[in-house]
């Protein structure tokens, strides 16, 4: 490879492949070097640098300075093997260049030769990877902006399930056979769209990722094919799917004048069609948003006809009553209705007929009077009331506003007080009850040398059967959040304590 030739290839590739002359004179470099130790008659390593200017180059041969001790101590030991063709001691280079140090790199140039016909072929292959490898980072550093977004291209090739899409400007993504819609069949030349997630360092260079399954997908369709989506006007506020069957997507206008789900069927179904067809013929259940969590379950079902709705705001749960001729259509085929609705509300939901769900209300309205019975010794009518009115501790029965007590059709100021100053002295007897059971208890030794153990909180868990030091270590956070001075984190940093002379 000559002076001109040189030249040439990097304008020709630089202005083909859209990529600056350094990377081109780099790959280059790489190239002559490596041809250059192809033809060196032992594993000598060399460098090369290019005049960018006229083209001429120079050749270093390159050696790695290390100690002497190194060298002379190592031979043998196998650990450590030292090799003149590429090292050099640090006695002997300091004699070509004074400055230098262990570690430094010390080149001296040696002269350039005629590489022959099968070096040349050689330099020409590595100048070709670096070329793509080039390539692949400039095009990975264009897509890094549009993660997140939407992109669309042609079915380049199918190999081994996984299906690599041309995006165009030789960029390529790939969508492997596990996000690919369910029983899709891609051929080569098909048009599709995908989600891009992420780009991933392979060997060969970055890998632009792409995903059909995401419900992402699912909104940017509907971005590109609803203006009033595209323009704000229409918000999208969440997206469940089941790849390839059925999908649900829950929409709110910022217009009074725009009906959202309306604008987002289309005329004749015809923007709810379009996205349907480019995820294989998924079915798409357009669902109003709502600001009540309740009416957005309810939005979400359809089209079940709910009855009523139960809701569990501690555990995060609703239980939905529907009829009994309603239920498989609630639940859907393989639950399918409501496990997208589900994910689309941000609710667990219990589906159950208004048998079921009367049934269970009675069985905790039983279970709850019950224990106001035995904690006030009220009448079980009077308990019931409670019971069904929400009132399920003797805190909220002990504190709540009498007037909230009073809203109870059946109860009057006498009963109300009554309950109240009952409800008052149970919560005193259990208080004296557990300070007593504090006092009785002995903690041992070990459990107060437990870092972060108090006099005080060593008496707690003592009162609640936790001893000694091991009795601590045994716990899990859950069984200690019933103390009412141990949080989720303290307890936690107890247990860990207590724990540490496992590891010692």
């Known amino acids: 490879m000559d002076n001109k030739e040189i030249l040439m290839v ?26 250059r130790k192809k033809i060196a008659v032992d594993d000598a390593e060399f460098r090369v640098e290019i005049d960018t200017a006229t083209g001429d180059y120079d050749t270093y041969q390159v050696w790695q300075v290390v100690a002497d001790e190194d060298s002379d101590n190592a031979a043998g030991e196998g650990e450590f093997l030292f090799d003149s063709t590429t090292m050099i001691r640090l006695s002997d280079a300091v004699q070509k260049q004074a400055d230098i140090a262990v570690g430094d790199l010390l080149e001296e140039q040696v002269e350039k030769v005629d590489f022959g016909r099968i070096a040349s072929q050689q330099a020409k292959q590595v100048i070709v990877q670096k070329v793509r490898e080039a390539e692949r980072m400039k095009v990975a550093k264009q897509f890094e902006s549009r993660i997140g977004q939407m992109l669309s291209g042609q079915v380049k090739r199918v190999d081994r399930g996984n299906v690599v899409i041309d995006l165009g400007g030789g960029a390529e993504g790939v969508i492997t056979r596990d996000k690919l819609i369910p029983r899709e069949n891609m051929r080569v030349g098909d048009r599709a769209v995908a989600f891009l997630t992420g780009i991933s360092e392979e060997v060969r260079g970055p890998q632009l990722l792409l995903v059909r399954t995401a419900p992402e997908l699912l909104v940017e369709l509907f971005r590109r094919e609803v203006p009033e989506v595209s323009e704000g006007m229409v918000e999208i506020v969440g997206a469940a799917r089941d790849p390839g069957v059925r999908a649900k997507i829950a929409v709110r206008s910022h217009e009074t004048r725009i009906d ?13 069609q379009s996205v349907s067809n480019e995820l294989a013929g998924e079915r798409v259940d357009i669902v109003l948003a709502d600001d009540n969590p309740g009416q957005f379950v309810i939005n979400a079902l359809s089209p079940a006809k709910i009855v009523s709705i139960a809701v569990d705001e501690e555990s995060h749960t609703m239980d939905v009553a529907v009829d009994e001729d309603q239920l498989s259509l609630a639940i859907g085929r393989g639950g399918q209705n409501v496990r997208l609705a589900s994910d689309l509300t941000g609710w667990s939901l219990n589906m159950m007929s208004v048998q079921e769900i009367e049934q269970k209300q009675e069985a905790e309205v039983l279970e709850m009077s019950a224990k106001l019975v035995a904690q006030l010794d009220i009448d079980q009518d009077v308990a019931e009331i409670l019971a069904m009115e929400g009132f399920t501790n003797l805190e909220e029965i002990a504190f709540v506003p009498i007037s909230e007590l009073l809203e109870i059709e059946e109860f009057d100021e006498e009963l109300v007080d009554e309950l109240r100053r009952r409800a008052q002295d149970a919560l005193l007897t259990q208080e004296i009850s557990l300070e007593e059971s504090v006092d009785k208890a002995e903690p041992a030794e070990d459990l107060l040398e437990v870092e972060g153990v108090t006099p005080r909180l060593a008496l707690m868990l003592a009162a609640n059967g936790i001893i000694s030091r091991e009795d601590l270590a045994d716990q899990a956070v859950d069984d ?8 989720e984190e303290l307890a936690g940093k107890l247990i860990m304590a207590a724990r540490a002379i496992w590891f010692e």
């Open 10 to 35: 990097v304008d020709v590739v630089s202005a083909e492949k859209g990529l600056e002359p350094a990377i081109i004179f780099n790959a280059i470099e790489l190239a002559l070097a490596a041809a």
């Open 260 to 272: 959202p789900i309306g604008a987002c069927v289309g005329m004749h179904g015809t923007r709810v």
């Open 480 to 487: 200690l959040l019933d103390i009412d001075e141990l949080d």
